[in-house]
């Protein structure tokens, strides 16, 4: 008999993908089962520009390597391309009719398996969960977010309906449940315009997450029990039954690092313990002159040590920001003033890296998940500077729930603008020996140790990990096939 394949479909965002193939593999390497054997096929659709379907490659072929030399069973197969659409008015809203697009594809792709034993869809792939029912499978989603962010895709259907008007105008908070009350500027990007599509498509999914089998939540209990309780007793969906909760997080890879050592990290050696903030805003952040002025500015004011990665705005037809042109973007002599205590860097930098070195003492952060992550996993408190989608509510998760930030003032009507003398400010609060930024430091000291032992054998991610692989494995029948089904 053919070995049980678990079908993962990611979309190609590197903060999708990569958690995901992670996640694969460590499903794999668990040893749970009993001894029966699972292997992973991961359905890989063609990203929209060459760049991304590049680095989508490049991500395939070290997941590829990796599984190789662990002895796991990791296969990919390439779905037939579709004519994206072009008349969409955002990023959600392009992902998720492209992934409907998929569907035929994926039926096909998944029928042709000849044992399958789930699907584990992205959360913004549940289209599929349909298919993965014609075929009696298993679906899954793998929710790349927090479990704050979990709660409101599954709140948001029913918040539509009880707030008229835009949540901008509503009167007091949101209530979200497992965090305290939310401002309704702190809620995601998507919904805050109710007639575009970006929000119609946020509330479809979070109906959808309650018809899968499960859902697989990129967090650990110790970190959001509040939001994990909640949505497992039903407060999310209004007493009614609440998907099975898998929190396997963090889920972090962590490739060899550069060798020779990147240019960042060897200016991070030769800097004192804890000393340097680290400014940092994700694949997709970057920020015009105007904006890179009051962040030289404050810095230069607030005089501790710095590295800040810098990138510049997206070419024209491009959502990719480019490499800044330092000449353009910051204030006449800022780096001759500020040489030997702080390094701009003016491309991407191995972030993960960074975080690990003992030199640095904060981190100024665009609060996507998979930063916020790595940021605990490392021990090092934060300053949340949202930018888009739902890192403004990881934003307010971070400081209001999770207490391991210094909260800093956003424009989020000026477009997530921050003055100079408030991040001046919020560096001074995170990196000296003021009261916010010593809390800041404890929790985030208690919350790496807690996703440490999380996913060491006998934690709660690890126990979660085995839990599932078990009930995947517990749904197949003895004669299961989808070629005779």
Wanted: negative net charge; contains cysteine.
């Amino acid at each position: 008999m053919a070995t049980p394949t678990v079908v993962l479909l990611p979309v190609w965002g590197a903060g999708h993908l990569t958690p995901m193939l992670e996640a694969g593999k460590r499903l794999l390497a668990s040893g749970a089962g009993g001894g029966r054997a699972l292997s992973v096929t991961v359905l890989v659709m063609r990203p929209p520009t060459e760049q991304q379907a590049s680095e989508v490659e490049g991500h395939i072929r070290r997941a590829e390597e990796e599984a190789a030399a662990a002895g796991l069973d990791v296969r990919f197969r390439r779905l037939p391309d579709v004519e994206p659409p072009t008349d969409h008015e955002g990023p959600v809203e392009f992902i998720s009719r492209a992934v409907e697009l998929h569907v035929p594809h994926v039926r096909a792709a998944v029928s042709g398996l000849p044992s399958v034993a789930a699907l584990v869809l992205d959360l913004f792939c549940t289209p599929l969960i349909d298919v993965a029912h014609e075929l009696a499978v298993p679906a899954y989603v793998y929710f790349t977010c927090n479990a704050a962010a979990l709660s409101f895709f599954l709140r948001l259907p029913a918040l539509l309906e009880e707030v008229a008007g835009e949540f901008e105008e509503m009167e007091g908070a949101a209530d979200i449940p497992g965090l305290p009350p939310v401002p309704p500027l702190c809620l995601p990007t998507p919904v805050m315009e109710r007639a575009r599509p970006e929000c119609a498509w946020y509330a479809y999914h979070g109906r959808r997450f309650a018809d899968a089998d499960g859902i697989i939540v990129n967090t650990a209990a110790e970190l959001e029990r509040g939001a994990l309780s909640a949505i497992a007793v039903g407060r999310c969906t209004r007493g009614g039954p609440a998907p099975a909760l898998y929190p396997i997080g963090p889920v972090i890879s962590f490739p060899p690092p550069t060798e020779p050592p990147h240019d960042c990290v060897r200016w991070l050696e030769a800097q004192p313990p804890a000393s340097v903030v680290f400014l940092c805003f994700g694949s997709g952040g970057f920020f015009t002159a105007a904006q890179a002025h009051e962040v030289a500015r404050g810095l230069e004011r607030s005089g501790h040590r710095f590295l800040w990665v810098l990138r510049g705005p997206p070419a024209p037809g491009s959502r990719q920001p480019t490499d800044a042109n330092l000449a353009e973007l910051l204030p006449d002599g800022f780096l001759e003033r500020t040489r030997g205590r702080g390094l701009v860097w003016p491309t991407a930098a191995p972030q993960k890296e960074i975080l690990a070195r003992a030199a640095v003492g904060g981190f100024v952060t665009h609060c996507g998940w998979n930063s916020i992550l790595e940021s605990l996993w490392c021990g090092v408190p934060m300053a949340p500077w949202p930018l888009y989608a739902e890192q403004h509510l990881n934003a307010f998760a971070l400081v209001a729930a999770a207490g391991a930030a210094v909260a800093m003032g956003v424009d989020r009507r000026r477009g997530n603008f921050v003055e100079a003398a408030e991040l001046e400010r919020a560096v001074r609060a995170l990196m000296g020996g003021g009261e916010e930024g010593r809390r800041a430091r404890e929790r985030a000291a208690e919350m790496k140790a807690a996703c440490r032992n999380a996913v060491e054998d006998g934690g709660s991610s690890a126990a979660a990990l085995k839990r599932l692989s078990n009930d995947i494995l517990c749904r197949q029948l003895p004669s299961s096939s989808l070629g005779t089904s």
